[in-house]
């Protein structure tokens, strides 16, 4: 397995691209817009004080320890390989409600395809979709190699084409009627910029906000091959960021501004385009076909992420981390193991179940998304405590990129982007969590807490013969291949 770091270089406009690759989305459109003019402060506070804190501890690790293994191996060289774990572990269970939100958004789009956007918008229509379709590309996933043959078309269909479409017809829209007083948006002034303290309500958004950068971290994988990674990393990362916040902030307001206020559906990507085509007069094909061009990429896009997650299970799994007999360590062709892949759907499936537990989707939709942010900001504390402790018990192993000036011995920088990362997360979190329900508070509470303690209680009842016991299954899985492969010569 070769390291990033013996791999051909990169330039800096193609890493930009990819970090912008890797965390833009089309779905976090509505839940920004949804936020009216405080978007612009919500926006720059995750910027800023999130998402660049974030790339910049992801960096320092990707330089230190280029190897493949992404946050796992780096938590796992500063705090020991259990809490390494806890990370793999999170990584992947985050994807249990971070699939079934993003999996909502195909029900409205199905119920616009078909003009019937009342049944799109119907959680237990809703439900059924998601079950639907998420267990056909668990079939395709047991049978194809998805993660290959999605990749580009998702990307294309799922972001591309979306995001272009929204900007230029909602641009259209706002030459043609200007600022909508009744929409979401509503008349400009400055302390609309500014989220009321007053109202606990307006800060119901800024967790689902923070998601938009999570997995901004592993842009750092491709640090090793920039020609300059101290300078070019910090500008490449902060130019993304400018491009993603822009994209994000041009496509909220024309959105926002059509929208009537309090009718924001979360999960409905087509609204808008909706509504533009009724402004602009133009065909309402048009929405179709924006509808099902979208639902086949995040469609393609979904069954491509399935496998990824799942492949960090299984080398863990090798790694004795799970009980044998679960399987987790057996792959078919495709490197994708099936026993992971099958409990995973299963798990997605449970708590799709909260469309049907939790009065009207959007409520489901922000805690499925809480959920997720939560789960995320915990790896995001661990790789904060990582990073300040390899300071000092590994003050002198070379760092490609560090926090602050490479000749500068002090630690002051990097205490003081943690400390800023913790206090962007506390701060989120806490007034998101304020603002829910009791329900969304109880609900997603008791899924984080559930999931972090889940993999302690993995490693407490942990075996060392798990390890030797999948070495032993391997060899022998691996025995039995050669014989076929050397059976089938003999009879050619």
């Given amino acids: ?30 839940d920004v817009a949804a936020t009216s003019w405080t978007m612009i402060f919500y926006m720059l506070v995750a910027v800023l004080l999130y998402a660049f804190p974030i790339s910049l501890i992801s960096g320092e690790f990707a330089g230190m320890f280029p190897q493949k293994g992404g946050p796992e191996l780096w938590v796992s060289n500063a705090l020991g390989k259990k809490w390494g774990f806890v990370v ?32 799109g918008l119907n959680s237990k229509f809703t439900l059924v979709v998601i079950l639907v379709v998420y267990w056909i590309i668990t079939f395709l996933n047991l049978t194809f190699d998805m993660a290959k043959i999605g990749g580009k078309i998702g990307v294309w269909l799922g972001l591309y084409v979306p995001l272009t479409m929204m900007l230029l017809l909602g641009l259209a829209a706002w030459i043609k009627v200007g600022i909508v007083p009744t929409g979401t948006l509503g008349n400009f002034s400055w302390d609309k910029v500014i ?68 009718q924001m ?17 133009l065909p309402h094909l048009i929405v179709n076909l924006f509808s099902l061009l979208v639902f086949i990429g995040v469609a393609v896009q979904l069954s ?31 490197d994708v193991s099936k026993s992971v892949i099958l409990t995973q759907s299963v798990i997605i499936s449970i708590f799709a179940l909260f469309y049907l537990l939790i009065p009207g989707v959007n409520q489901a939709f922000l805690m499925l998304v809480n959920s997720t942010t939560v789960i995320y900001c915990i790896v995001y504390v661990i790789m904060g405590i990582s990073v300040l402790r390899l300071r000092y018990t590994h003050a002198k192993l070379n760092r490609p990129f560090r926090i602050g ?26 007034l998101t969590m304020k603002a829910g329900t009791w329900i969304n508070l109880i609900a997603v509470t008791a899924i984080s807490v559930i999931l972090f303690v889940v993999p302690l209680c993995i490693e407490k009842i942990k075996k060392p013969s798990w390890e030797q016991e999948v ?18 010569t003999d009879s050619n």
């Avoid at 559906?265 to 007069?281: F, K, V």
């Avoid at 500068?408 to 982007?417: P, R």
């Fill in 1 to 30: 397995m070769k390291d990033a770091g013996s791999s051909k270089q990169i330039t800096t406009m193609t890493f930009i691209g990819m970090t912008c690759a890797l965390v833009a989305s089309v779905r976090n459109i509505p």
């Fill in 88 to 119: 793999s572990w999170l990584l992947w269970v985050q994807m249990f409600p971070g699939m079934v939100m993003v999996a909502s958004a195909l029900a409205p789009l199905f119920g616009n395809i078909i003009d019937n956007v009342p049944l």
């Fill in 195 to 262: 989220p009321d303290s007053t109202t606990a309500s307006s800060f119901v958004y800024f967790a689902p906000i923070m998601f938009i950068f999570t997995g901004i971290e592993m842009s750092s994988v491709y640090i090793t091959r920039l020609k300059n990674p101290v300078k070019t990393y910090i500008r490449g990362v902060f130019a993304a960021l400018i491009f993603i916040f822009f994209v994000n902030i041009l496509n909220a307001l024309v959105v926002a501004n059509v929208v009537p206020k309090g």
């Fill in 265 to 281: 559906e979360l999960n409905n990507i087509a609204q808008s385009i909706s509504i533009y085509c009724q402004i602009l007069g």
């Fill in 304 to 334: 491509a992420w399935a496998s990824g997650p799942a492949k960090t299970v299984t080398e863990s799994a090798r790694k004795g981390a799970y009980p044998p007999k679960f399987n987790f360590w057996k792959t078919n062709q495709f």
């Fill in 405 to 430: 000036k490479k000749e500068n011995k002090s630690n002051l920088g990097v205490w003081a982007i943690v400390i800023v990362l913790f206090a962007a997360i506390g701060f989120s979190v806490g």
């Fill in 471 to 488: 070495a032993m299954l391997l060899e022998k899985e691996k025995g039995e291949l050669d014989g076929k492969t050397g059976n089938e």
